[in-house]
């Protein structure tokens, strides 16, 4: 995860902006704030919710290099079919953003051969900065249209610079063996690759490839409501295993030395961020609850004074938007819960 500064009066200004409705310049395309929010956003639950851009894009991941500029990517369109690879975008202020274009294909690992002959499309990359360079998360999910055959991988700036170019650290096999994969450094320097629902493992010093097995993150506390579950949880866990954070997206970040541990889940019909916590890295792992509302698949950071942003991209009907980037700001609340900045204390066990 990548952890920066930002000028508090310029981002509270482009929030001003976005608030009032005005337009910005975005890739040399004029873009407004939306709209129309929904009932989640104007009863104070999303409170802060701004938009980014009107680009298309799903798997929203934002991070801050040495330069002190702004990195987005994420999925690019067509979602669901052949995108050759990964998009970057820069801004100096999150108001204005400059496309560096498409900066990795991918194709040329062996193990991409059966995605590319399916024209598969790549998922949900994320950026980091860390070890002096840049790097890329992917994934590619099933080439013969199941989960088993899915598998995730790991880039890294050749040059230093976010927009490359990139090689890829394990070319020969697939790194994670499901999607959506992300990077944790924690605070002695270990890095950690994860990916899916909470799979993990420590990488090698020298970022190689992984240096052990992975290990399942699992929750203390089970939650059996049908209504708190994806209809692909019993698929992945088993039709009674509720002990886990959430079905994808999985994300991992540390705050007042606890891990926190995210992941997205289908919960009351929306698309939502769960996060479960521990005092150890491997767990065991808090009962979860719902964080974010129709922010699930998200990463966050943490600004110059120590605020914490959680991206968002929409992923459900009831979402204040579809498919466009944007950032939430969140705190934490008296037992330690992220929640949205503007939300009510919530009430329930953990």
């Known amino acids: ?9 310029r981002y509270a200004a482009l929030l001003a902006l976005l608030a009032a409705g005005g337009a910005h310049l975005l890739a040399g395309e004029k873009v407004s704030a939306p709209a129309r929010l929904s009932a989640a956003v104007r009863d104070g639950q999303l409170s802060g919710l701004r938009r980014l851009g009107d680009m298309s894009l799903r ?26 690879g990964i998009k970057i975008w820069k801004s100096k202020d999150m108001a204005a953003w400059e496309p560096l274009g498409m900066v990795w294909r991918y194709g040329a690992s062996p193990w991409h051969k059966p995605y ?57 096999e697939r790194m994670g063996d499901e999607i959506d994969a992300s990077l944790f450094e924690d605070d002695d320097g270990s890095v950690y690759f994860l990916w899916h629902s909470g799979k993990i493992a420590r990488m090698k010093d020298d970022m ?5 097995r992975y290990h ?15 209809g692909l949880c019993a698929g992945i866990f088993g039709k009674d295993s509720f002990d886990h954070v959430g079905y994808e997206g999985a994300f991992l970040f540390k705050v007042n030395g606890k891990y926190y541990l995210s992941c997205a889940e289908h919960w009351d019909g929306r698309y939502s961020c769960c996060i479960a916590t521990a005092d150890r890295i491997y767990g065991p792992y808090s009962r979860r609850y719902e964080a974010v509302p129709h922010g699930g698949h998200n990463v966050f950071f943490k600004d ?28 934490l609340d008296s037992p330690g819960r992220i929640r949205p900045a503007g939300s009510q204390p919530a009430t329930e066990p953990q």
């Open 59 to 84: 798997d929203t991941s934002v991070c801050r290099g040495p330069d002190g500029m702004w990195y987005l990517t994420g999925t690019v369109p067509p979602f669901w079919s052949y995108n050759e």
């Open 304 to 331: 110059e004074v120590g605020d914490w942003w959680s991206t968002y991209f929409g992923s459900d009907g009831k979402a204040p938007w579809q498919e466009k980037p944007g950032v939430l700001p969140v705190r």
């Open 116 to 172: 590319l002959e399916a024209k598969k499309p790549l998922w949900a990359p994320e950026i980091h900065y860390l070890k002096g360079t840049f790097w890329l998360t992917y994934s590619l999910p099933g080439w013969d249209g199941t989960a088993k055959t899915s598998g995730s991988g790991l880039l890294k700036s050749t040059s230093g610079r976010a927009e490359g170019p990139y090689v890829d650290v394990q070319a020969a």
């Open 216 to 230: 399942g993150l699992k929750t203390t506390g089970a939650d059996p409501d049908p209504r708190h579950h994806s």
């Open 208 to 212: 190689s490839g992984l240096a052990e």
């Open 1 to 9: 995860m990548c952890t920066g500064s930002i000028s508090v009066n």
